[in-house]
């Protein structure tokens, strides 16, 4: 801003040398209004002109400033935008971990009901098996008393042995 002061008193002071130049060239000085109205319009051209420097400075600082609140404002919300991603990242991974671990204990847990759905299957299974062994052995023997007692004791002799698998 001093600078373009001191511009504007440079083409002021070269405007006013200039004219007195022109008027150096005169014995006499005469006093030109037009001379001197030509002088103002310069003048308050120089003045229009640096004021409009100073007006397009002005916009430049001003989109400037808008650019820097933008660049920050995008900033903060990829900032924003990471931290939410990561957040949601780890969300994602602890419900992994949980349901992981949820599955694990309810395979673990199938399991042990199959081993001990198989463990009183067979369980039933060899009281089944000895209470039908028991039941053939006893209807055999009860077969052989009888048939015994009318034959007497000559087939006993011929017997056969039941054999448990």
Same mark, same amino acid.
């Given at each position: 801003?001093?600078?373009?002061?001191?511009?504007?008193?440079?083409?002021?002071?070269?405007?006013?040398?200039?004219?007195?130049?022109?008027?150096?060239?005169?014995?006499?000085?005469?006093?030109?209004?037009?001379?001197?109205?030509?002088?103002?319009?310069?003048?308050? %051209?120089?003045? %229009?002109?640096?004021?409009?420097?100073? /007006?397009?400075?002005? %916009?430049?600082?001003?989109?400037?400033?808008?650019?820097?609140?933008?660049?920050?404002?995008?900033?903060?919300?990829?900032?924003?935008?990471?931290?939410?991603?990561?957040?949601?990242?780890?969300?994602?991974?602890?419900?992994?971990?949980?349901?992981?671990?949820? %599955?694990?204990?309810?395979?673990?847990?199938a399991m042990q009901l199959y081993?001990?759905?198989?463990?009183?299957?067979?369980? /039933?299974?060899?009281?089944?098996?000895?209470?039908?062994?028991?039941?053939?052995?006893?209807?055999?023997?009860?077969?052989?008393?009888?048939?015994?007692?009318?034959?007497?004791?000559?087939?006993?002799?011929?017997?056969?042995?039941?054999?448990?698998?």
């Amino acid at each position: 801003m001093v600078n373009q002061k001191e511009q504007t008193k440079g083409v002021i002071k070269q405007a006013e040398e200039q004219a007195l130049r022109t008027e150096a060239g005169t014995p006499e000085r005469v006093v030109d209004p037009l001379a001197e109205l030509l002088g103002r319009a310069q003048n308050a %051209y120089a003045a %229009y002109i640096e004021a409009q420097k100073e /007006v397009a400075r002005a %916009y430049k600082e001003r989109q400037l400033q808008g650019e820097k609140a933008y660049k920050e404002a995008e900033k903060r919300a990829n900032n924003t935008y990471e931290e939410a991603t990561e957040q949601a990242l780890r969300a994602r991974e602890k419900a992994e971990q949980q349901a992981e671990e949820a %599955y694990q204990k309810a395979r673990e847990k199938a399991m042990q009901l199959y081993q001990d759905s198989i463990r009183q299957a067979s369980e /039933v299974r060899m009281e089944t098996v000895e209470h039908a062994w028991k039941a053939c052995k006893e209807s055999t023997e009860q077969a052989w008393e009888i048939f015994q007692g009318e034959k007497g004791e000559k087939l006993e002799k011929k017997r056969p042995e039941i054999v448990r698998l």
